[in-house]
């Protein structure tokens, strides 16, 4: 229980910290999305959205729990499934990687050379396919190459594409706004992981259910991945990376699966760090106006979306940055598919439009 403790103290500070930035007042529920601007925290506060969030099938004895978590002052309730799974998820993976590497077992050079290399395919399926691809449309692609976008994502072990693409969506039409599923003005800890142990509040819901989603519902190769979600993630992510480590070059059953989860935690961490590191720390040359900066740590790791003040003020550029190959591996892996004729109609912002903006918007240095 402890880690379980500590994941809630760590919620409690960030909302709190969302409290400093409190300043503004609305009447009703109906005015707050409106007016859901970085200065309305407090009207939204004023308003009891905790049991409009709570699931109607929640359990009785889960009542006691839930009144200690409305005297705490969370925003909605927390989903104690997801605190428990990824905090033993986190726990379990650093204990056992550090113990293979005391007791001497570590996995071979094979093996780390096999798991980097699926990180990056994995990675590919993140930012080119469900990035870039499905949810901004900022190019188009044939079906063999939808196919690969979607193997790929299921590797990364993350949400079905559906859920992911509606999210981040509603991310961009309301950036750091009470209405955005990772808002970054909740801290650090809320815009990484935090977001995903709490149930999302009803203005992103309600967001959600606005957006016109008929691209993606309408696509067969996410209808075919929807169906069969589970499978492609428990198979493609967890269990054949594993076996074939050790069919292969005969890796033990414990480096295998180790290896597999360092890979895993690692992915959804450089995911992760798009939301958090690259809206709170870095410079914004494009847009002084929002969170999103520029950050080549996160482009390293996220394989070049960390240009993310670039990426909030051009979304629809291909690219995701001003500049197509620096720490931007993601943009060579789509011109690649591009002079295959895989990927075509690719968007991009041109340099007189840049300039422009960064003339009446950008930071001058």
Same mark, same amino acid.
């Given at each position: ?36 601007? #970085? ?56 204990? $056992? ?56 994502? $299921? ?19 309301? $950036? ?99 939301? #958090? ?46 500049? #197509? ?41």
């Amino acid at each position: 229980m402890a880690p379980v403790v500590t994941v809630t103290k760590v919620l409690k500070k960030q909302k709190l910290l969302y409290d400093k930035h409190s300043i503004k007042e609305h009447d009703t529920k109906d005015t707050l999305l409106e007016n859901c601007d #970085s200065k309305s925290v407090a009207a939204h506060r004023a308003v009891d959205y905790y049991d409009e969030a709570l699931p109607k099938n929640d359990p009785k004895f889960l009542a006691p729990v839930r009144r200690w978590e409305k005297r705490m002052g969370f925003l909605t309730p927390l989903r104690w499934i997801n605190i428990i799974v990824i905090s033993l998820f986190h726990i379990i993976t650093v204990a $056992s990687t550090a113990y293979i590497f005391i007791m001497g077992e570590g996995p071979k050079w094979q093996t780390n050379l096999f798991e980097l290399t699926l990180g990056g395919v994995s990675g590919f399926g993140v930012t080119a396919g469900a990035h870039r691809y499905w949810t901004h449309r900022a190019f188009k692609a044939t079906t063999p190459l939808r196919i690969i976008f979607m193997l790929c994502f $299921s590797l990364s072990g993350q949400n079905n594409i559906f859920n992911w693409v509606r999210d981040h969506r509603v991310h961009h039409k309301r $950036s750091e706004t009470i209405a955005d599923p990772h808002d970054a003005r909740r801290g650090f800890f809320f815009a990484h992981v935090g977001w995903l142990l709490m149930k999302k509040h009803p203005l992103v819901v309600k967001e959600g259910n606005q957006l016109d989603m008929s691209d993606i519902i309408n696509d067969p190769v996410v209808k075919f991945h929807t169906k069969y979600f589970n499978f492609f993630k428990i198979t493609l992510c967890l269990i054949l990376p594993s076996i074939t480590k050790v069919l292969l070059w005969n890796e033990t059953w414990k480096a295998a699966i180790v290896s597999t989860l360092v890979r895993y935690l690692s992915s959804v961490n450089f995911t992760w760090s798009v939301n #958090s590191f690259a809206h709170l720390w870095g410079n914004r040359p494009y847009d002084k106006h929002i969170m999103p900066v520029e950050s080549w740590k996160v482009s390293f790791f996220a394989m070049g979306e960390g240009w993310h003040n670039y990426h909030h003020t051009f979304p629809w550029d291909y690219k995701a940055a001003e500049l #197509s190959y620096f720490l931007n591996v993601t943009t060579m892996y789509i011109d690649l598919f591009a002079a295959l004729g895989w990927a075509y109609d690719l968007k991009k912002a041109s340099p007189s439009l840049i300039e422009a903006i960064v003339k009446k918007r950008g930071y001058k240095s």
